[in-house]
């Protein structure tokens, strides 16, 4: 299999500025053939809290290291609330660190930025892992690959065969996007409440079968499509970061005609081969 992603900030925004955080592992080229596990972990940080874009890079990091070693949290439960536990121990070293470096600066926190922190900061949370199924068939037939995915909030994971959708996580219709989605807190220690609101789902791959992760905007976009295989067809255009360029372009296309809602836009792309 191939990986790949690709991250856009909001039309009059600075990449700096996207709140949008995507990791995958391992960390290979994305035209290096994988054969090893994968996991990626997909977040959009939650604008209206302060520090959501650091958030989104801790979180999606610390779920993607989290699934590479304990692949149960996949399935829910006690796994996933000792990942939900490290990832909200992780980031008040990480604030003690920030406060210190603006301090050093000599741009100390004011007094209504610790009002906000004492908030937290919100993402959603999409993860995935994928694993060659050499077990399933024998080594004359071509190979299955064995995904398992977790989504808390609105962010996607669509399985793609022959170029056409056959099964979306968490929301299967345009109309089930909302504008409170569930998120994970950078101070939520209630870890079973986390666990409880996340749903988890598993699939398997054929060779030729696609998985595209995206944030809501994309995803939202995708779902309305009225020909659905165009949209998809398009979205297939964009195959590494040398198209970065181009995707933003199209971003912003989509964005002057009003079929995609200004937002920051992460995508990560699975594409499945044969022997």
Sequence with gaps: MYVTHLVAPKHGSTEAECEDAVAVLPGRPHDYMLREPLTAGVCDGATESVLAKDWARLLSRAVAEHAMELPDLLAGGAAFEEFASSAVAQWEPWLVQYTEARSAEGRPLKWYEHTKLAEGAYATLLTVRVDPDSDSHPATSEPEWRWRAAALGDSCLFHLRDNRL????????????????DLFGSRNHDVALLARRTRFTEGRCQPGDRLLLMTDALAAWLLSASDQEDAVNQLLEFAGPDDLDGFKDWLNGLRDCRQLRNDDVALVRIDFEGR
């Design 166 to 181: 056959v099964q979306a996580f968490p929301v299967g219709a345009v109309e089930e996007f909302g504008t409170t989605p």
